[in-house]
């Protein structure tokens, strides 16, 4: 199950936005040291800078850009990420681009 699930806008291409309210922190591993590791569904890794804005404010940047090229994110597509739960040593999330929504 997916941790956060975003339709992707005009302004997500250059960086993620989330603004949603969360009851904790949703990616606690990145909100202390600023950066996560996610692993994409080709096998390709990416470090995201991650930045806690407010409450219900969060970015994603980095390598967000590169990601959104390589896989050729398009306005209205959906991004999902969701928590390792084992299936690699490599990254601490998983996210995947869901198609034309």
Known sequence: MAILEKTVDGDDINQLTI????????????????KMTVKDEQGSLWTFKYKVKSRNK????????????????????RVAISNNDGWSSEAEYKIEVIRGF
């Open 19 to 34: 603004t949603k309210k969360f009851d904790a922190e949703p990616f606690p591993s990145a909100a202390g040291g600023g």
């Open 58 to 77: 969060r970015v994603l940047s980095g390598h967000w850009v590169h990601f959104v090229r390589n896989n050729c994110v398009r306005v209205g597509d």
